[in-house]
């Protein structure tokens, strides 16, 4: 508790830091009331039937993402998950289109570029989303006994205005991280997951003394299952093996360089939750598909794949993952460049030749630890369904693994390490007494 204490005071004399978290939370407390400010002519007494849907299921995913916008047919009600999908298929487009990767190679003014076409490309994504947010909410408010507003001129206001919330979500997430601590679209996930969190802990916990039986003992259990997942999780995040680089003796007038062994430390999960990001993203799909509440009444193909405990579904979910691990590792670590790097600064792995060789060997072995961390990482992924399966209440098993755990860790542990560096640059003591917290990939987070 001391050390806690002396850790928030020394976090608080740094005025550039203590700036930024204020800046940080400010953003995020007009985050959650927008998640709670209804659409101009909705009945929020109305909206029972739609809380009830995103209880359990895809929705309860969906809403989750949200932070309760979606349930709340909020402003905000379709999120920062459009951006996402637009960032994913822009990233994919600068492995297809020889276009795209001019663009990503023409530096900073590239990224700017290829920024604006995500940004206009969610703008679409939004226009098509919203009229089938409405047709869902319409069906809800039915089921209330309640209805939407009629006429064209009300489906028009209210996309432009779920359209504009999402753009806002997505500029709250960019000043976030400009301007505060931490990748701000990462962040507003976070404190969405982390909003449902105590809702999910309570429900639970009543369950357990009124439904499901098992009283207290069963409930800590659970907990203690669930800090496990978590060590698991954070395990995951912050694996790495190292490679031992010797580097060349070299003389230089009257001076001796070189002669020394360092590692280079290839992550076990180099792509962090992005593959799971992505994977997750593609799985809602169906839900655009059948107009969201229209989801009770379709079957065959799309009703089995918006049961997120069914088997074709985490099938399909944890072949994703493992595929997008592979798609995303080769995208954001080039073993040719790093032997170059290497063999420029006169440096050799024992035992490989300088150049192609060492390219050769890096690629080898980060495809063999790929494989069991990209397994590892849809298992954790799936892990939820089972624990559903265990009689686990829906909304609380979500905290098993999945996107939203794995999320979570990521997202704290980047978060820690920032504020950890900003001490340490200040010659203030970390976070922790020994070692440094390590995020998911140095200071790069999820987007």
Known sequence: MKKLIETIKNIWKIEDLRSRLLTTILFVLIYRFGSFVVLPGIDPAALTSLKDQTSGGLMALLDMFSGGAFANASIFALGIMPYISASIAVQLLTIMVPYFQKMQREGESGRRKMNQITRYLTVGILLLQGPSYLINLGVQLQ???????????????????????????????ERITDKGVGNGISFIILIGIIARFPEAVIKEFASRFVDAGGGLVMFLLEIIFLMVVIGASIMLVQGTRKITVQYAKRVVGNKQYGGVRQYIPLKINAAGVMPIIFAQAIMFIPLTLAGFAKSQTVSGFVSAFMDNTGFWYNLVFATLIILFTYFYTAITINPTQMAEDLKRNNGFIPGCKPGKHTAEFLDEVMSRITLPGSIFLAIVAILPAFASL??????????????????????????????????????????????????????????
């Open 143 to 173: 089921q209330a006994g309640s209805a939407l507003p009629g006429g064209i001129w009300f489906t028009i206001t209210s996309t432009l205005i779920l359209t504009a919330g999402s753009m806002f979500v997505m500029w709250l997430g």
């Open 390 to 447: 265990m009689g686990i209440n829906r909304g609380f098993a979500q905290f098993f693994g999945g996107t939203s755990l794995l999320i979570l860790v990521g997202v704290v542990l980047d978060t820690l390490q920032q504020i950890e560096s900003h001490l340490l640059m200040r010659h203030y003591d970390g976070l922790l007494k020994s070692g440094r917290i390590k995020g998911r990939s140095g200071n790069v987070s999820a987007y």
